[in-house]
């Protein structure tokens, strides 16, 4: 049966000045669901990188910036349905800074 509706992620939020140049920590816990959108906000005065798996540099977030992806725009063939995995465990690094950055998210329940 087609879900059709969605459920927020609890907000997570890392401090920036608890971030290093040289090594990612996690914001947060493991996502609840397979999202379907995801919103990184930088709401810090320091630019920081972000890592979906395994300490690779995937975005880059300008201080006071943020991003939004909205994976089921990029839906593949016979159906399928993009998502970032349940379970994924997002890491930050960059300069220690003045500010949070936030992610929030949705996926189909």
Do not use: C, W
């Not at 500010?99 to 329940?109: A, D, E």
């Amino acid at each position: 049966m087609a879900k059709d509706f969605l459920i927020p992620i609890e907000m997570q939020s890392v401090d920036t000045s608890t971030i290093g140049a040289g090594a990612f920590i996690d914001i947060g816990n493991p996502l609840e669901g397979a999202l379907s959108f995801i919103r990184i906000t930088n709401a810090s005065n320091t630019a920081v990188i972000i890592s979906y798996k395994d300490d690779v540099d995937h975005e880059y977030i300008p201080a006071t910036d943020r991003i939004e992806t909205y994976f089921q725009d990029n839906s593949i063939p016979n159906n399928q349905v993009a998502r970032l995995p349940k379970g994924t465990v997002l890491r930050i690094r960059g300069t220690a800074g003045i500010g949070l950055v936030y992610v929030s998210g949705y996926y189909n329940g």
